[in-house]
C-alpha cells in the first residue's frame, strides 16, 4: 500500500511587482491563480531592508480589492481621475534573492523561465533571464562611487546560463533522499506537528480533515541541501520571515532529459549535475580543500531512470546513480603566475593525521553511506613528478583513515592512470573504464524504489547516453575551465577525425587563455554572488585584495571548535548506521529538517495532476514538453519524416530527418501547415475556378498569404493558352514512410496485426490448461480467456494479480541461468533436445 504522503506544491509560481514611492508590493500566486500571497517591502529605508509578510492567503477577488484600495490611497490627491497611484513594474517566476553592497538593497526576479526536464510529474526550470531591482527610492538613496563597479561584477555571474530551480522538487537532494522521505512512517508524521501549527492559523484543520471523511494526506517539504544551493546567502535575510513558498532555491551546474523507447514504452532519461557552493571557483585559482573539508569545484552527477508512462512517485518506477567529482582533498595548490600551462603543485600545509581528508569522507559518509569508493585518474609514472605529488599523499591519507574505520566500512581506493593507458594501442580506454564501472556498481549498487524491477543492457550502437553526457561535460567544462571538453568519447575510442584534434589543441589554447586572463575576474564574481565576500565601508574591497585565501579558510580569522580526534575521525552518530546515510536516518535531528502539513487529498498544494496537466489552460500538443525531448524514435523514422511525424504535413523532395531538426523554422513551418490544413476548404474544380469575376481577384490577392500556407496537394498553374494544368505535389507514400500503404495486406500480415491486437486488448496471461479450449476463429485470431483481473486499478494506483508459484520458479531459472547457475534437465527437456539433435544434425 502506498503511504499517504506527497511533495507540497509552492504556492507562489507568477509573481507581479506593483510599485508606490513609498512600498514595492509582491504579489505570488500558484499556477492556476485560486491562491495568492503578498509581501510588503519598505522603499523609505536606505541601507535596511523591511520585508512584511501577513502569511494570509488570499483569493483572487480579496487581491482585487487589496490593490484597488492601494491604487486609490496613494494617489496624489483623493478622488484624482487619469493617474495611478500603483504601478505594475514587472512580472516574474520566482525570486532569487536579495543583495546589497555599500548603498540600498536590490531585489533579483527570475523573469523568464524554460522547462528542461520533468521528473514523476515535477517540472524542472532553467533560468532564461532575471531583472535586478533597486528597492530604495529615489529622494533617501545615498550613492557611493564604487556601487556601479560591484554591481558589474555581481552581473558577471549569468544566472541565465545553467542555473535551475523547481516548485515542487528539492533539486539539491538526490532522488533516493526524496523519496525515502516520503515512505517514512505514517506514525512519525503524526506525531511532528509542531512545524506545521506553525505556519497555520487554521486550528480546526485536522478536525476539518475528520469530518469530510478523513481523506487527510501528508505534505513534505524537506530543508534543502544547502551544500549545492546557490542563492543560499541572497535568501538568508529574509529566510525567517517570510513564507517557505517564497524560497526558491536553486542549483548550478546542468539538467537534461532525453526519452528512451523500449518496445515502445517510454523510459526518461535524466542527467542532473549539481555544482557545490562551498569552496566554488575557477580551474587554477581553487585546487584542494578548504579547512571545512569542502573540495575545490565539487560536482554531485546523478542518472536517473523513470518509466514516463506512470506519472506517480508511489505507483512508478524510478531508479539512480549519484557519483561525485572533485579535487584532491589536500592542502595544495597551483601557481599560476609563472604563465606556464601546467602550473607546478604545491602543497601548502603539512597534514599527516590527514584531518582535512577525513573531515571530507565524514560527509561523504554522512550523504551517502559506505562503502566510499575513490577512482583517482591522475598520472602515476611522471618524468618529473607533478600529479604524482597529489597520489602520493592521497594514498597515505587514505591509508591511515582506513586503520580506525570498520573492516566492512573501509574507503576503496582505485588507482588507474588513464594518460598512460590512453597513449597505449594494445589497450581500449573505455573496455578497461566499462570493467571497472561494472565493479563499483556491483559494490555499491543503484537504488531502485520497487522490488520488482530488472536489469537489461543497453544497445552497443546507442548514442542517446553518449550525447547526453558529452553535452553535460561541455557544460561542466565551461564553467570550470574555459572551454569544452578537450578529450571526448571519440577521442578515447581513437575513432576521432583529424579535424577532432585541431578542435582539441583549440579547446586546450582556449582554456589556457581563460585561465590566465579572465578567472580572477570569474573568481570575485563568485565570491560576490556566493557571499564569501561582503563589502562593508571603510575596508578593502574586492579588488585590492591579494588573494582571497583567507575568506575561503575560515581558520585564518579566528580560532574554530576543538580539532576532532586523530583516531575516532568520524561523527558517532554516522558510523553507528552504515551501510545506510545518516541522513536518511529516522531521528530526531532529520525530523527537524521536515516540515510536514496535513491536507485534504485534491488540494492543489499536493495534486501533481493538476500541477502537471493543468486542465484549467489551453494547451497546444506542439508545445508540450515531452514532443520537443530528445528521443530515441529518430533512430527509426525514415528520413523524411524529419521532427514532424504527422501525415498531415507537406513534405519537400529535399527535406531530411537533418535538415529538419537543424531548422528551427522548418518545424514552425510544417506545424502552422498541419493546422491549416484541417481547416483549409477542398480545392475548388475547374469550374469554379474559370467562373471567378476579375473583380474579385483583388481580395484573392489580399489572402494570398493565408492562402499559400494551406497545404493543398494540388498546384494551379497558368498555361499559355489558358487551360488549367494540375501537378502533383504528393511524394509517393514508400519514400515518406517506407511502405505503399496503397497495397493491400497479405491474408498472413493481417493474421499477424489481428493478434497483435487482440494481445493489446486483453492484457492477460493465457492459462495452459485452458489451451484447449480455446478455438481458431476463421480470421486466424485466436481468443484469449482472461484468467486475473486487477483487484484495485484507479489514476492514484494499480495493484497487479499475484504471480503464481510455476511462474515464479521459472523467472528464478531464468535469472539464476544468466548468472551462470543451470537447472538440472527434466526428462521432457532431456527428450525435447535429443530430437533437436537428431533433427538438426543426423
Not at 521528473?119 to 529615489?138: C, Q, S
Not at 505556519?199 to 487527510?216: N, V
Not at 539464476?816 to 533436445?833: I, K, V, W
Amino acid at each position: 500500500m502506498p503511504t499517504a504522503a506527497a511533495p507540497i506544491i509552492s504556492s507562489v509560481q507568477k509573481l507581479v511587482l506593483y510599485e508606490t514611492r513609498a512600498r514595492y508590493f509582491l504579489v505570488g500566486s500558484n499556477h492556476a491563480e485560486t491562491k495568492y500571497r503578498v509581501l510588503k517591502i519598505d522603499r523609505t529605508e536606505p541601507k535596511d531592508l523591511v520585508v512584511i509578510d501577513d502569511r494570509h492567503v488570499y483569493t483572487q477577488q480579496e487581491v482585487r480589492e487589496l490593490l484597488g484600495r492601494l491604487d486609490l490611497g496613494n494617489r496624489t490627491k483623493m478622488g484624482q481621475k487619469g493617474s495611478s497611484g500603483l504601478f505594475r513594474a514587472v512580472s516574474a517566476f520566482g525570486v532569487v534573492g536579495f543583495v546589497r553592497f555599500l548603498e540600498g538593497y536590490y531585489i533579483v526576479l527570475i523573469t523568464k523561465r524554460r522547462k528542461m526536464a520533468d521528473i514523476g510529474g515535477h517540472a524542472i526550470y532553467k533560468i532564461e533571464d532575471t531583472n535586478m531591482i533597486y528597492i530604495p527610492n529615489d529622494s533617501v538613496r545615498i550613492t557611493h562611487p564604487d556601487e556601479a563597479r560591484y554591481l558589474r561584477i555581481f552581473q558577471n555571474v549569468d544566472l541565465s546560463s545553467n542555473f535551475y530551480f523547481s516548485y515542487s522538487y528539492d533539486l539539491s537532494h538526490s532522488l533516493q533522499y526524496n523519496l525515502t522521505v516520503l515512505r517514512m512512517p505514517l506514525e512519525m508524521l503524526k506525531s511532528e506537528p509542531t512545524q506545521a501549527r506553525q505556519e497555520s492559523f487554521d486550528i480546526f484543520e485536522d478536525e476539518g480533515l475528520i469530518t469530510q471523511g478523513g481523506s487527510g494526506v501528508f505534505g513534505i517539504c524537506s530543508e534543502p541541501y544547502m551544500k549545492y544551493v546557490w542563492n543560499g546567502e541572497l535568501l538568508d535575510i529574509i529566510k525567517n520571515t517570510v513564507h517557505r513558498d517564497w524560497l526558491l532555491y536553486i542549483i548550478h551546474g546542468f539538467c537534461g532529459q532525453s526519452k528512451l523507447l523500449i518496445y515502445g514504452r517510454p523510459v526518461y532519461v535524466t542527467l542532473i549535475a549539481r555544482r557545490s557552493s562551498k569552496f566554488a571557483g575557477t580551474r587554477f585559482l581553487k585546487r584542494g580543500a578548504n579547512c571545512e573539508g569542502d573540495v575545490a569545484n565539487e560536482v554531485e552527477t546523478e542518472q536517473i531512470l523513470c518509466d514516463a508512462s506512470v506519472m506517480s512517485f508511489t505507483a512508478g518506477s524510478y531508479s539512480s546513480y549519484v557519483q561525485v567529482r572533485g579535487s584532491v582533498p589536500l592542502y595544495w595548490s597551483q601557481d599560476i603566475s609563472t604563465m606556464m600551462p601546467k602550473p607546478p603543485i604545491t602543497l601548502d600545509q603539512a597534514d599527516p593525521f590527514a584531518h582535512v581528508a577525513a573531515l571530507h569522507f565524514d560527509q561523504m559518509l554522512q550523504r551517502f553511506g559506505s562503502p566510499i569508493i575513490i577512482l583517482n585518474l591522475v598520472k602515476e609514472r611522471e618524468k618529473r613528478k607533478h600529479e604524482r605529488i597529489l597520489s602520493e599523499e592521497l594514498v597515505a591519507a587514505v591509508t591511515y583513515l582506513n586503520q580506525f574505520l570498520p573492516p566492512e566500512h573501509t574507503i576503496v581506493y582505485i588507482p588507474w592512470d588513464m594518460a598512460k593507458y590512453t597513449k597505449s594501442k594494445l589497450c581500449n580506454v573505455l573496455d578497461r573504464l566499462n570493467v571497472i564501472a561494472e565493479s563499483v556498481v556491483k559494490k555499491t549498487g543503484f537504488f531502485v524504489n520497487r522490488p520488482d524491477s530488472y536489469c537489461s543492457i543497453l544497445r552497443p550502437d546507442e548514442k542517446l547516453f553518449e550525447e547526453l553526457y558529452e553535452d553535460h561535460g561541455d557544460t561542466l567544462s565551461l564553467q570550470y575551465g574555459g572551454s569544452q571538453l578537450v578529450h571526448r568519447v571519440k577521442t578515447y575510442r581513437k575513432i576521432a577525425p583529424w579535424t577532432q584534434h585541431s578542435k582539441d589543441i583549440m579547446q586546450t589554447l582556449s582554456r589556457y587563455y581563460s585561465n590566465a586572463f579572465s578567472d580572477a575576474d570569474r573568481q570575485d564574481s563568485i565570491n560576490l554572488f556566493l557571499g564569501v565576500f561582503h563589502p562593508t565601508e571603510g575596508k578593502p574591497h574586492l579588488w585590492e585584495l591579494p588573494t582571497d585565501f583567507y575568506l575561503h579558510h575560515k581558520n585564518t580569522m579566528r580560532l574554530l571548535p576543538t580539532r576532532r580526534s586523530y583516531t575516532y575521525w568520524w561523527t558517532p552518530e554516522v558510523i553507528k548506521h552504515l551501510p545506510l546515510p545518516y541522513d536518511e536516518v529516522i531521528c530526531a535531528a532529520n525530523l527537524k529538517k521536515l516540515v510536514v502539513k496535513k491536507f485534504h487529498r485534491y488540494e492543489e498544494e499536493i495534486d501533481i495532476h493538476n500541477e502537471f496537466f493543468r486542465p484549467y489552460e489551453l494547451s497546444s500538443f506542439d508545445d508540450t514538453f515531452c514532443l520537443a525531448m530528445t528521443s530515441s524514435a529518430r533512430d527509426f523514422m525514415p528520413k523524411t519524416v524529419g521532427i514532424d511525424p504527422s501525415p498531415f504535413t507537406v513534405r519537400k523532395p529535399d527535406e531530411t530527418g537533418k535538415s529538419v531538426l537543424g531548422n528551427k523554422s522548418n518545424r514552425e513551418e510544417a506545424i502552422l501547415q498541419r493546422k491549416t490544413a484541417a481547416s483549409a476548404p477542398p480545392p475548388p474544380s475547374e469550374e469554379a475556378v474559370s467562373s471567378s469575376s476579375e473583380d474579385d481577384s483583388g481580395t484573392d490577392r489580399e489572402d494570398e498569404g493565408s492562402v499559400s500556407q494551406r497545404s493543398t496537394p494540388v498546384k494551379m498553374t497558368d498555361t499559355g493558352d489558358g487551360a488549367k494544368v494540375t501537378e502533383n505535389m504528393v511524394q509517393p507514400m514508400k519514400e515518406v514512410y517506407g511502405i505503399n500503404l496503397s497495397d493491400g495486406l497479405s491474408e498472413e500480415d493481417f493474421s499477424i496485426y489481428s493478434r497483435f491486437v487482440q494481445l493489446g486488448q486483453s492484457q492477460h496471461k493465457q492459462d495452459r490448461g485452458s489451451q484447449q479450449l480455446c478455438s481458431r476463429h476463421s480470421d486466424g485470431v485466436i481468443k484469449l480467456t482472461p484468467i486475473s483481473a486487477f483487484s484495485q486499478d484507479n489514476i492514484y494506483e494499480v495493484q497487479p494479480p499475484r504471480v503464481d508459484r510455476k511462474s515464479t520458479e521459472i523467472f528464478q531459472a531464468h535469472i539464476q541461468a544468466s548468472q551462470g547457475t543451470m537447472q538440472p534437465l527434466g526428462r521432457e527437456d532431456t527428450f525435447m533436445f535429443r530430437e533437436y539433435i537428431r533433427n538438426r544434425y543426423l
